[in-house]
């Protein structure tokens, strides 16, 4: 019998080359640095700006199904960054240790004046929700 959990390790057999990169209708910005996340983070903080950062998985069919769920259910509003967990596994190692968010796949954390004011994982993905904490 299948459980949740189940999808990933299913989706970790199927050849690379049959999982299609992603396409959106979201300005995805997609971090590649840890630079470029404590930048984002400082304009937060000095701003007191909001902004949303999916971690996503590109081998996880879980991952896969809460991006685009997110994705056809954001009404936009604010910056939204997308970090890639199997290039820049580095990257979500260091925003775990900087927000004190357990590192989880997929996740969506929404950091507003520099704090985290919401984050979610798997299948608690949610942008309505989401929404409320900026």
């Known amino acids: 019998m299948l459980t949740k959990s189940c999808l990933c390790c299913i989706w970790k ?3 690379s080359r049959r999982i299609q990169q992603i396409t959106s209708f979201m300005d995805w910005r997609k ?3 840890i630079s470029e996340f404590d930048e984002i983070l400082m304009q937060s903080l000095n701003q007191g700006s909001a902004f949303i950062l999916f971690k996503h998985s590109t081998r996880c069919m879980v991952s896969k199904m809460a991006l685009r ?3 056809s259910d954001f009404s936009g509003g604010i910056p939204a960054y997308f970090v ?7 990257l979500s190692n260091h925003i775990s240790s900087i927000t004190g ?3 989880q796949s997929p996740q969506v954390l929404i950091i507003k004046k520099g704090e985290v004011t919401y984050h979610a994982s798997h299948y ?3 942008a309505h929700t989401s929404s409320k904490a900026y």
């Open 124 to 126: 608690s993905i949610c």
């Open 84 to 90: 890639d967990l199997i290039q820049y596994r580095d």
């Open 31 to 33: 971090l590649t640095s």
């Open 101 to 103: 968010v357990h590192h």
């Open 69 to 71: 769920s997110f994705e």
């Open 13 to 15: 057999h199927i050849p």
